[in-house]
C-alpha cells in the first residue's frame, strides 16, 4: 500500500501559518492528509481517494483574484468541504455571497455563540453555548450565499460559523487548529469522521510500512548514503533506510567537532555495533573549524557547514559503486520555516541546513522520507522500529551543531566550554527528572564576555545562556518555568566547574518571537 490509495483529506494551502497545524490535527485523529498548494487544484487527477476537503486561512482578501488560483470546479466534486478563516470566505464568494471589510477586526480570543444544531458542532460548545475561539481576520462575509444557514455568530460577526448541509459545505471564520480556541479539535474531528465519513487509517504502524515501501519505489537497486548525526531525525531515517534496503544502505557520519559531548561514541555504538549497520565514520573536525574561521553571520554559518557535509558525503560516496542518493531527516517544521512546504505566501524566517544549506548543482537525489512528519511523528515512529529510548527521547539538535549555538565567531577552545556546559545542564534536567517534560533544552555562549569575581582574583570571561522549551509540534514554544533552586544548581555548577564561564543567564523568550535556537 502507498499513500495515494489511502482515502484521505486534503488541505488546500493558501499561505496561512497555521495550515501546517491543521495537517498535524488530522493526523492526530489517525487520518491521512496531505498539503496542495491553491495553484496546484488543477493537478489534482484523481478524487476517488478524496473524501474531504479542507481550504486554510492565508494573508491575501478574496478579491485578489490576480493572486488566488483557486478552481472553483472542486465545488461540484460531491466533496465535503471546510473553509476555515480566508477559506470561509473564500467559499461564501465564489457561491454567491459577499465579503467585505468588517466594521470591526477580530484578532485573538473572540466569543461566539450558537445559534443552531449541525454535525460540525456536536459536542463542541459547552453548556452555556457560548466558547472562546481564535479570531484573525480583517474581512467577513456580510451576505450568506444560497442554501447557507448560520451556524454560530460573534458580538462583531454575525456569520462565524455557517453550513449548507445539502451539499456539505462548511465555514468558520475563526481557527480551530490552534489550542487557544475551545474544543477546536472537536470540530475537525466532527468534519473527519461525521461529515466525511473516514475511519481511521494513519498510525506509525502503517506509516513505517508505507514509507519502507515509498523508499524502496524511488531508491530501486541503488546504494545510498545516509547523512547520520546521532539525532532522532538522522536516526530514524537511518533505520527506517536499513529496514527498507538492507545492506545497500551506508551510514556517514562526520564527526564536525561540534557536536554534543561524546555524542561520536553513541552513534558508533548503537548503529554499528548494535544494529549491524555499514557505518563510514569521517573525522573532519579540523576541517570544519578551519571553514568556519572569522565567520559571525549565521546564514554564512549554515551555508559552509550544509555545503561541506554535502561535499564530503560526495567524495565518499565516489568509493561505494552505484550510489545515487543520499537520505537526509528533514522533518516539516524544517520546511516551514525555510518556505512554505507547498510554496504559498508563507514568509521565510531562516534557512534550514537540509535546505538552504545544499550546493545549488548536486550530484546525489535526496531521499528525505520524514519530509511531511512532525517531531512527535518521528518518535512515535523511531518506537516502531524499535529504536532505543535513549536516542527516540533525545531533544532535538541542529544539524549545524554547536556553531549556531555559538553566535559570533568559533573557536575550539569557545566549543570545549560550551560542550561541557551544554553536558552539566543536561544531565541535571536528568537527574531532576525534568528532562522528559521539556521539548529541548541546551546552554549557549554568548560573544560577550562580563567582570566577574572568584576567590580574591578578577575574572573577564563568557556568558552561558540556558534555553528550555515547552511545545507541542517545534512550530510555537513557551519558556519553561524552572524553579529558582534549579537554576540557582545548574548556574553553580557551571560557573564552579567550567573555567571560561563567570555569568549564567537564563532566556524566558517564548516562539514567536523568537525561533528555538540561536541563529
Same mark, same amino acid.
Given at each position: 500500500m502507498?499513500? #495515494?490509495?489511502?482515502?484521505?483529506?486534503?488541505?488546500?494551502?493558501f499561505g496561512?501559518?497555521?495550515?501546517?497545524?491543521?495537517?498535524r490535527?488530522i493526523?492526530e485523529?489517525?487520518?491521512?492528509?496531505?498539503?496542495?498548494?491553491?495553484?496546484q487544484i488543477?493537478?489534482?487527477?484523481n478524487?476517488?481517494?478524496?473524501?474531504?476537503?479542507?481550504?486554510?486561512?492565508?494573508p491575501l482578501?478574496v478579491?485578489?483574484t490576480?493572486?488566488?488560483?483557486?478552481?472553483?470546479?472542486?465545488?461540484?466534486?460531491?466533496i465535503?468541504?471546510?473553509?476555515?478563516?480566508?477559506?470561509?470566505?473564500?467559499?461564501?464568494?465564489t457561491l454567491?455571497?459577499? /465579503?467585505?471589510?468588517?466594521?470591526?477586526?477580530e484578532?485573538?480570543?473572540?466569543?461566539?455563540k450558537k445559534?443552531?444544531?449541525s454535525?460540525?458542532?456536536?459536542?463542541?460548545?459547552?453548556?452555556?453555548?457560548k466558547?472562546n $475561539?481564535?479570531?484573525?481576520h480583517?474581512d467577513?462575509?456580510?451576505?450568506?450565499?444560497?442554501?447557507?444557514?448560520?451556524?454560530a455568530?460573534?458580538?462583531?460577526?454575525?456569520?462565524?460559523?455557517?453550513?449548507?448541509?445539502?451539499?456539505?459545505?462548511?465555514?468558520?471564520q475563526?481557527h480551530? =487548529?490552534?489550542?487557544?480556541?475551545?474544543n &477546536?479539535?472537536?470540530i475537525?474531528?466532527?468534519?473527519?469522521?461525521?461529515?466525511?465519513?473516514?475511519k481511521k487509517?494513519?498510525?506509525?504502524?502503517?506509516?513505517?510500512?508505507?514509507?519502507?515501501? =515509498?523508499?524502496?519505489?524511488?531508491v530501486?537497486?541503488?546504494?545510498v548514503?545516509c547523512a547520520?548525526?546521532?539525532?532522532?531525525? *538522522?536516526? $530514524?531515517?537511518?533505520?527506517?533506510?536499513?529496514?527498507?534496503?538492507g545492506? !545497500?544502505?551506508?551510514?556517514?557520519?562526520? #564527526?564536525t567537532?561540534?557536536?554534543?559531548?561524546?555524542?561520536?561514541?553513541?552513534v558508533i555504538n548503537t548503529?554499528?555495533?548494535? +544494529?549491524?549497520?555499514?557505518?563510514?565514520?569521517?573525522?573532519a573536525k579540523n576541517?570544519?573549524?578551519?571553514?568556519?574561521?572569522?565567520?559571525?553571520?549565521?546564514?554564512k554559518?549554515?551555508?559552509? @557547514?550544509? #555545503?561541506?557535509f554535502?561535499k564530503?558525503?560526495?567524495r565518499?560516496?565516489? !568509493?561505494?559503486?552505484?550510489v545515487?542518493?543520499?537520505?537526509?531527516?528533514?522533518?516539516?517544521?524544517?520546511? @516551514?520555516? *525555510?518556505?512554505?512546504v507547498? &510554496?504559498?505566501?508563507?514568509?521565510k524566517?531562516?534557512?534550514?541546513?537540509? /535546505?538552504?544549506?545544499?550546493?545549488?548543482?548536486?550530484?546525489?537525489?535526496?531521499?528525505?522520507?520524514?519530509?511531511?512528519?512532525f517531531?512527535?511523528?518521528v518518535r512515535?515512529?523511531?518506537?516502531e522500529l524499535?529504536?532505543?529510548?535513549?536516542?527516540?527521547s533525545?531533544?532535538?539538535?541542529?544539524?549545524?551543531?554547536?556553531?549556531i549555538?555559538?553566535?559570533?565567531y568559533?573557536?575550539e577552545?569557545?566549543?570545549?566550554?560550551?560542550?561541557e556546559?551544554?553536558?552539566?545542564?543536561?544531565?541535571?534536567?536528568? *537527574?531532576?527528572?525534568?528532562?522528559?517534560?521539556?521539548?529541548?533544552?541546551?546552554?549557549?555562549?554568548l560573544?560577550?564576555k562580563?567582570?566577574?569575581?572568584m576567590?580574591?582574583n578578577r575574572?573577564?570571561e563568557?556568558?552561558?545562556?540556558?534555553?528550555?522549551?515547552?511545545?507541542?509540534?517545534?512550530?510555537t514554544a513557551?519558556?519553561y518555568? +524552572? #524553579?529558582?533552586?534549579?537554576?540557582?544548581?545548574?548556574?553553580?555548577?557551571i560557573?564552579?566547574? @567550567?573555567?571560561?564561564?563567570?555569568?549564567v543567564v537564563?532566556?524566558?523568550t517564548?516562539?514567536?518571537?523568537?525561533?528555538? =535556537?540561536?541563529?
Amino acid at each position: 500500500m502507498s499513500q #495515494n490509495n489511502l482515502s484521505k483529506i486534503i488541505i488546500i494551502d493558501f499561505g496561512s501559518q497555521f495550515t501546517q497545524l491543521i495537517a498535524r490535527r488530522i493526523r492526530e485523529l489517525g487520518v491521512y492528509c496531505e498539503l496542495i498548494n491553491h495553484k496546484q487544484i488543477n493537478k489534482i487527477n484523481n478524487f476517488v481517494k478524496i473524501k474531504g476537503i479542507i481550504l486554510s486561512g492565508g494573508p491575501l482578501n478574496v478579491y485578489e483574484t490576480k493572486k488566488i488560483k483557486f478552481n472553483a470546479s472542486i465545488l461540484k466534486k460531491k466533496i465535503p468541504i471546510l473553509g476555515i478563516c480566508f477559506g470561509h470566505q473564500l467559499i461564501s464568494k465564489t457561491l454567491g455571497g459577499k /465579503v467585505k471589510k468588517a466594521k470591526q477586526r477580530e484578532f485573538g480570543l473572540v466569543r461566539i455563540k450558537k445559534v443552531k444544531n449541525s454535525p460540525l458542532i456536536i459536542n463542541f460548545f459547552k453548556k452555556n453555548l457560548k466558547n472562546n $475561539v481564535w479570531m484573525s481576520h480583517a474581512d467577513e462575509v456580510i451576505k450568506l450565499a444560497k442554501n447557507f444557514k448560520v451556524i454560530a455568530k460573534s458580538e462583531n460577526a454575525n456569520f462565524c460559523m455557517i453550513e449548507n448541509s445539502k451539499d456539505k459545505f462548511y465555514g468558520i471564520q475563526f481557527h480551530p =487548529e490552534v489550542t487557544h480556541t475551545d474544543n &477546536g479539535k472537536i470540530i475537525l474531528q466532527n468534519f473527519v469522521y461525521r461529515i466525511c465519513r473516514l475511519k481511521k487509517n494513519w498510525s506509525s504502524k502503517n506509516q513505517k510500512m508505507i514509507l519502507i515501501n =515509498e523508499v524502496k519505489k524511488q531508491v530501486g537497486n541503488s546504494k545510498v548514503i545516509c547523512a547520520l548525526s546521532g539525532g532522532v531525525d *538522522s536516526s $530514524v531515517v537511518a533505520k527506517l533506510l536499513s529496514n527498507a534496503i538492507g545492506k !545497500k544502505l551506508t551510514c556517514i557520519f562526520v #564527526n564536525t567537532g561540534l557536536l554534543r559531548k561524546n555524542e561520536e561514541q553513541q552513534v558508533i555504538n548503537t548503529f554499528k555495533k548494535k +544494529f549491524k549497520i555499514n557505518l563510514v565514520y569521517i573525522n573532519a573536525k579540523n576541517l570544519f573549524l578551519k571553514k568556519l574561521k572569522n565567520v559571525s553571520d549565521p546564514e554564512k554559518k549554515r551555508k559552509i @557547514i550544509g #555545503n561541506l557535509f554535502i561535499k564530503l558525503f560526495e567524495r565518499y560516496s565516489k !568509493k561505494i559503486k552505484n550510489v545515487k542518493f543520499l537520505a537526509q531527516g528533514t522533518l516539516y517544521p524544517d520546511l @516551514i520555516e *525555510s518556505k512554505s512546504v507547498t &510554496g504559498s505566501q508563507t514568509s521565510k524566517i531562516k534557512s534550514h541546513h537540509n /535546505v538552504g544549506g545544499l550546493p545549488k548543482i548536486m550530484k546525489l537525489k535526496l531521499v528525505e522520507p520524514l519530509k511531511f512528519l512532525f517531531k512527535d511523528e518521528v518518535r512515535k515512529l523511531g518506537l516502531e522500529l524499535k529504536l532505543p529510548k535513549e536516542i527516540i527521547s533525545r531533544h532535538p539538535f541542529p544539524g549545524p551543531g554547536l556553531a549556531i549555538r555559538m553566535p559570533g565567531y568559533i573557536t575550539e577552545e569557545k566549543v570545549k566550554i560550551l560542550k561541557e556546559a551544554d553536558n552539566i545542564f543536561i544531565q541535571n534536567l536528568i *537527574s531532576h527528572k525534568l528532562y522528559d517534560k521539556i521539548w529541548q533544552a541546551y546552554a549557549a555562549l554568548l560573544p560577550v564576555k562580563t567582570v566577574g569575581v572568584m576567590g580574591d582574583n578578577r575574572t573577564y570571561e563568557y556568558i552561558c545562556l540556558l534555553r528550555a522549551i515547552t511545545s507541542e509540534d517545534g512550530m510555537t514554544a513557551d519558556f519553561y518555568n +524552572f #524553579n529558582k533552586d534549579f537554576i540557582q544548581t545548574v548556574s553553580n555548577k557551571i560557573v564552579n566547574n @567550567i573555567r571560561g564561564i563567570n555569568r549564567v543567564v537564563y532566556d524566558v523568550t517564548s516562539k514567536p518571537p523568537s525561533t528555538i =535556537e540561536l541563529e
